[in-house]
Every structure is written in C-alpha cells, then in structure tokens.
C-alpha cells in the first residue's frame, strides 16, 4: 500500500501569511495526488486535484504543485476560515490511501 | 445542486450487520462511481469501498474484504453498503461520495452517518 506522509501535523499559522503543507508518497503516484479539506464538524470537501489542477467554487489563494512521491499544497494569505484539516489522498493504484492530515491552528 | 444523504447508521453489536443507504440526486447517478470512505472518531480518513456505474466492479481495502459489501440501484439512485460481522475498529462516520471513475478524486461528500460497534 503507498504510504502518504503529511507534515506538518500541526501549523500555526497568523493570518495573511503564506503557507506550504507537505504530502510525501512511499512510491510514486505519478500526480493522482489531491487534496481535501475538512472544517470543523464538516464533511471533507475536494479542494486540488491531480497535484496541481483547480476545483470551481475553491478561492484562488490554494494551489497545490509535485508529482512522483513529494507534493505541496500551498494558501497564499490564510484566512480565519482556513482553519481545518487537510488531507492528500493518493489514487493512482488500490487501495486508495490518505495521509493522515496537517491541521491548521492560529497562532 | 448535487446531493448525498446517508442513512441507516446506529449502535450496533459486534459480529451483527448493518446495512448503510446514500441516497443521491442532482446529477445523473448512473454514470459515475461511487465510495464509501470512512472516519474514526478523532481520526483520519479511511477508504472502505468503490463501486463501478453498472455495479459489476467493486474494489475493498484488506481491512474490511469479505465483511463489506458494496451495491448500487440506478433506478433508484441510491447507493448501499451491507456490512457484516462488524468489530469495534469499524466504529467511524461512515460518508457516501462520488467518484467520476476508477482512481479519479472524490468531488462531492455527503454528510457522514455515524455507525457505532460496541456491547
């Protein structure tokens, strides 16, 4: 099974400023890499797809780049409503696997 | 708008069933995959099952091979998952999401129903 490894497990973070969360694959997945979201008491939203390609409806200050085994997803100026969990999910082969998220706090 | 609703979660006790129901409307049911991915309380995310558009391809991880059973009823737009000789570590929320095909991403959740394995 590919092994997804997030870092950090926790970020506290000041709004504004720009932020990078690492996901690193234990093989490549080539870029059937994507990143979810998941707020408080909420059920996870698809925020990147295939590393690096945007979902309508997400604001444009979330980018994710990588390919093979090392990816980031990048906030450019967090907002309050940033604070969640985000998870990489890996979909290249089965079973399809998370990482086990990078929670964001304030600082 | 594109909407999944599960159903069909409570207490139950270890080694019974349950049998979980995701009803979906707002798009065309029939030509996409659909999963089962679930959480523990205070936990990660944990893919549990894919199923295909006709139903006749479905896919498992090793933890819950053999006990789960995935099924879909196009007519109805609805999604199912049977799951059988349940264990205390399948206690989570249990969402229903859709998936455009095989290795694609999850693009829409619904709301999670909470299944809970205990005596």
């Known amino acids: 099974d590919v092994v997804l490894t997030q870092s950090p497990a926790t970020l506290s973070v000041t709004p504004g400023e720009r932020i990078s969360l690492s996901c690193r694959a234990s093989?490549?997945?080539?870029?059937?890499l994507h990143w979810y979201q998941q707020k408080p008491n909420e059920s996870p939203r698809l925020l990147i797809k295939?590393?690096?390609q945007s979902i309508s409806g997400i604001p444009s200050r979330f980018s994710g780049s990588g390919s093979g085994t090392d990816f980031t997803l990048s906030i450019n100026g967090v907002e309050l409503e940033d604070l969640s969990i985000y998870y990489c999910q890996q979909g290249n082969s089965l079973p399809y696997t998370f990482g086990a998220g990078t929670k964001l706090e304030l600082k | 708008e594109v909407q999944l609703v599960e159903s069909g979660g409570g207490l139950v006790q270890p080694g019974r069933s349950l049998k979980l129901s995701c009803a979906a409307s707002?798009?065309?049911?029939?030509?996409?995959?659909m999963a089962w991915v679930r959480q523990a309380p205070k936990k990660g995310l944990e893919w549990v099952a894919t199923i295909s558009t006709s139903g006749s391809r479905t896919y498992y991880p090793d933890s819950v091979k053999g006990r789960f059973t995935i099924s879909r009823d196009n007519a109805k737009s609805s999604l199912y998952l049977q799951m059988n000789s349940l264990k205390s570590e399948d206690t989570a929320t249990y969402y229903c999401?859709?998936?455009?095909?095989?290795?694609?991403?999850?693009?829409?959740w619904g709301q999670g129903v909470m299944v809970t394995v205990s005596s």
């Open positions: 295939y590393a690096s």
């Open positions: 999401a859709r998936q455009y095909s095989s290795y694609r991403p999850l693009d829409y």
């Open positions: 707002g798009f065309t049911f029939s030509n996409y995959y």
């Open positions: 093989e490549s997945v080539d870029t059937y």
